[in-house]
């Protein structure tokens, strides 16, 4: 008997420590059903405790990659993590184009949850102005958001504050946004802005330091669910409760903040 899956490319940067990038995605897409397939865009090296240092990829490679993967396994969704030099993001943009690909999720990494930048203006703008276009949805935290806007973060505290962020991101960009409410103190509550209004995903905030990974598993998740033709309402509020389970196992690994247990619901 033959076997088919839904296939899922992630395009990001490897994490040697296996709890975010292209290992974490890669393990929420196995835990969430589907096939999973990366390009690289870069080689880091990190653990639990920070990043010591990074080596991009070339565009060349980076496209050779991305045309081995849409020529062979085509994938139902794209989930697009950290890309930190703007020759690689119009690579991502042109083979996305050039392939028609779908369901395409962005995770905007730019700034940390420390507030600090991670990538230039000249990759923002790249990203800003070839991805989200292309982009089913995009999934900021509130830093990225207040990038996104040009706002401060200190402007951004309240769900009232989140609508009218979200509102102008989406109105700006054309693409629906899905804004991570990490800063709330009592609750994990997201919200989607897209043509059809508002849409708030209320989740129980897990107390634990060990939270490394949580965007790239986020975003992993939902393009999983949509590759499987889940509405992107029912993606989003699946992914969260993924997240959520995976969070609250009280996996304890390294010295820093540790990796979510991925595999949770992975029976041996």
């Known amino acids: 008997m033959n076997k088919t899956l839904k296939t ?4 990001a940067g ?5 709890g975010a990038g292209v290992q974490a995605d890669l393990k929420t897409m196995l835990a969430n059903g589907v096939y999973g397939m990366s390009a690289i865009t870069a080689l880091t090296a990190q653990n639990t405790l920070g990043v010591k240092d990074i080596m991009n990829v070339t565009p ?4 050779a990659q991305l045309d081995s993967v849409f ?9 697009i993590g950290m890309v930190s030099e703007a020759s690689l993001i119009e690579v991502i943009g042109d083979k996305l184009k050039q392939y028609n690909a779908k369901n395409i999720v962005v995770d905007p990494v730019m700034v940390a949850t420390s507030g600090a930048k991670l990538i230039d203006d000249n990759a923002i703008n790249k990203l800003t102005s070839v991805l989200f276009p292309l982009a089913t949805v995009i999934t900021p935290n509130v830093f990225e958001l207040a990038v996104l ?3 401060s973060p200190d402007d951004i505290k309240t769900k009232s504050d989140m609508e009218i962020a979200s509102e102008r991101a989406f109105t700006k960009y054309g693409c629906a946004v899905l804004a991570k409410g990490g800063h709330f103190k009592s609750t994990a509550t997201d919200l989607l ?3 059809d209004g508002f849409n708030w995903f209320y989740g129980e905030r897990i107390e634990t330091e060990n939270t490394h990974g949580t965007g790239c598993t986020l975003s992993s998740a939902i393009a999983s669910n949509l590759a499987k033709e889940m509405p992107l309402i029912i993606a989003i509020d699946k992914a969260k409760k993924y997240l959520t389970a995976a969070l609250s196992t009280g996996l304890n690994l390294g010295r820093g903040s540790g990796p979510l247990d991925h595999g949770f619901n992975v029976n041996i």
């Open 8 to 11: 899922v490319l992630t395009i």
């Open 14 to 18: 490897s994490d040697c420590s296996g």
């Open 149 to 151: 806007v040009h706002q």
């Open 193 to 195: 802005c897209n043509e």
């Open 60 to 63: 060349d490679f980076l496209a």
């Open 71 to 79: 020529t062979d396994i085509f994938p139902d969704a794209v989930k």
